[in-house]
């Protein structure tokens, strides 16, 4: 099972990138656990060394997504980080 978090602060549209994650698993007999985090605030406030790979809006309030992806690398040297494109 692979861990992925999702960091969007649009439910719809964290909400569409899971249904997609999801559906991509059922069709490929592949499991994930999805966490979403509101803003990147979250993620880095509470971050754990268990994902897999990680979603990341880039624009949001108060932390933007380029700005969390240098703090997280201080965090995390290793994770993969990919933006979302809307």
Known sequence: M???AIVEDDDREAEILG???TEYGEKNDERFRIERFNDAKSLL???RHVY???FMDIMMPEINGMEAAVK???LDKVVPLT???K
Do not use: A, W
Request: glycine letters at 0%.
């Open 19 to 21: 249904s997609y994650i």
């Open 72 to 74: 997280l690398r201080k």
């Open 52 to 54: 897999d790979i990680i």
């Open 2 to 4: 692979l861990n992925i």
């Open 83 to 85: 933006k979302l494109q």
């Open 45 to 47: 406030d509470n971050y």
